[in-house]
């Protein structure tokens, strides 16, 4: 039996997405949120280890007045010769931007994801480009906080920030750091979910459309979910099913939106949760398994493992173990612990929040906040994610019975912990 080779330009997905109300140049840029950082010179980021070649492309959509745009990862044809692409902050990998897409192994699985707070959306080179060599399309969102979310000028707010990140409540420290944003937007519930939900309605429905690059490209009934940091915990509520329950008794602190210290605030207190008509208002059920990257919570801490004991799908949770800057493991923990479903752990050695996203861990500036030991083993620490995503998306998205070894191998010296529950 012959393959065909099918290619498909993946070109203007969204002919007139941009409209004259949308500022294409909103939210647009290089930096952590509102402050802008200097890239990278071409830092070349870890190998795709996928059979597939890899395309990136982007696209523009009018989404509430402004631009929202989506990085795509795909597989791919590229030409003999090909100058990979560059990111907005510097990273050089393997891929080609509007490479013309592989369809020999469509429809792909989609996954969609989410970056952390204050991110680019490519700014995971090595994990998206992974997942997309490995035989998956995946559509990373801009958010609205990737250039406009700003650190506090509140004094308070920096000190108590930086006690609690010495004592390793890194969630909370965030929380302080951001306060002014995280109230104004109720902790991204003004506008994270949504932008989620209209990415996926956009991307699901362009794939039915004859005219689209897209048709046929995906198998919309095979989505996944990952995410990095606030993008962790959107996909475990959105992609989880994770509910934000509001029916406990809470304090007059839990309850008061205006309370100094936001930390120790519950999303309860906000409009935009009191406005949802029940605690799983926000989740999507076409979602079928989900990797979170290192996930915060917002939740009180008396509610996580009850509402962790609500999401069903297959999920797995990888983190780095720094006490200082990596999210605070025992909540990651109590959700991994509790999830219902197939659950898995995947902690690895001396590393920081920033590596994952080799934008941050490799730019010039941020990587002064990176151990000796991350710069020195960031390509080791980069296989590690890639490995474990991929096989945990190929067993329970592709139906890879051969990946279920590895999901339960350490593969590398650098695994601190590898666990697994109801599988």
Same mark, same amino acid.
């Given at each position: ?42 830092? =070349? ?46 990273? +050089? ?7 013309? +897409? ?37 559509? =990373? ?62 991307? +699901? ?125 025992? +909540? ?92």
């Amino acid at each position: 039996m012959v393959n065909c080779l099918i290619v498909v330009t993946f070109l203007s997905l969204a002919v007139s997405a941009t409209t004259p109300s949308c500022d294409p140049t909103f939210n647009t840029g290089f930096g952590l949120g509102a402050h802008t950082l200097p890239p990278a010179s071409n830092a =070349s980021t870890a190998n795709p280890t996928g059979p597939y070649q890899v395309g990136v492309s982007f696209e523009t959509y009018c989404f509430e007045g402004r631009g929202i745009t989506l990085n795509f990862w795909y597989p791919a044809v590229l030409a003999a010769v090909s100058s990979p692409y560059v990111s907005a902050g510097g990273i +050089v990998g393997k891929a080609v931007e509007d490479a013309p +897409v592989n369809t020999s192994g469509g429809p792909y699985p989609l996954i969609l994801f989410s970056p952390g707070l204050a991110a680019v959306d490519d700014g995971y080179y090595f994990y998206t480009q992974n997942l997309a060599s490995s035989g998956y399309v995946v559509v =990373s969102i801009q958010h609205l906080d990737a250039r406009n979310a700003n650190v506090t000028s509140n004094k308070f707010a920096l000190a108590l920030a930086a006690i609690e990140a010495l004592a390793g409540n890194t969630i909370d420290a965030v929380i302080e750091e951001y306060t002014d944003f995280f109230r104004e937007t109720q902790f991204a519930l003004t506008y994270r979910p949504q932008e989620i939900k209209f990415v996926l309605d956009q991307v +699901v429905q362009s794939t039915s459309n004859k005219s689209s690059p897209l048709y046929n490209i995906i198998d919309t009934d095979n989505i996944g979910m990952s995410g990095h940091s606030l993008g962790g915990f959107y996909t475990n509520i959105i992609g989880g099913g994770m509910p934000i329950y509001c029916d406990y008794p809470m304090t007059p602190i839990q309850r008061n939106p205006n309370y100094p210290i936001l930390s120790d605030v519950s999303p309860c207190a906000f409009p935009a949760r009191q406005n949802l008509s029940d605690p799983f208002a926000l989740h999507d059920s076409r979602i079928k398994a989900i990797v979170s990257l290192a996930a915060p919570t917002f939740l009180t801490r008396s509610q996580l493992a009850r509402s962790a004991n609500q999401m069903k799908i297959p999920m797995m949770t990888i983190t780095g173990d720094n006490r200082t800057s990596e999210t605070t493991a025992w +909540v990651q923990r109590d959700i991994y612990e509790n999830a219902a479903g197939p659950s898995y752990w995947v902690q690895i050695k001396d590393t920081n929040h920033y590596l994952v996203a080799d934008s941050y861990g490799l730019n010039p500036v941020l990587s002064t906040k990176m151990s000796t030991e991350d710069n020195a083993n960031f390509y080791d620490k980069a296989a590690v994610y890639m490995a474990y995503s991929v096989a945990f998306f190929d067993y329970y998205m592709k139906g890879n019975k051969t990946a279920y070894s590895m999901l339960h191998t350490v593969s590398s010296s650098y695994i601190k912990e590898l666990s697994s529950r109801n599988d």
